[in-house]
């Protein structure tokens, strides 16, 4: 069984920074892509950023330039580096998985539980 683990959310104030990280554990053969999605309140679910196994991140125009994904391949981690923070980035955060978890299987998702992200003064 795979399991996806954020932590790092919290109350920030406008203009700041936080970290999410996200860890996939369980038994499986491989990951994909990895990637950060939100859901604000009354709102549709929506990417943030995606980092494929290889290279060529992928960002919502609204948080190009602000908010940074990397990958640590050897911990099964994926983080969001968040900067600039803004009200209107205050949403819950859910880290996504594409894993193969046998070889014959093909890839799918995993999503984790979700961590709030509020940006308030």
């Known amino acids: 069984q795979v399991q996806l683990v954020e932590s790092g959310g919290g109350l920030v104030q406008p203009g700041g920074s936080l970290r999410l990280s996200c860890v996939a554990s369980g038994s499986f053969r491989s990951i994909n892509d990895m990637g950060w999605y939100r859901q604000a309140p009354g709102k549709q679910r929506e990417l943030v950023a995606i980092?494929?196994?290889?290279?060529?991140?992928h960002y919502a125009d609204s948080v190009k330039g602000r908010f940074a994904i990397s990958r640590d391949n050897t911990k099964n981690t994926v983080y969001l580096q968040m900067n600039s923070l803004s009200p209107e980035d205050t949403a819950v955060y859910y880290c996504n998985a594409q894993v193969k978890v046998r070889p014959w299987t093909t890839y799918a998702d995993y999503w984790g539980q979700g961590t709030q992200v509020t940006v308030s003064s």
């Open positions: 980092i494929p196994s290889g290279s060529n991140t």
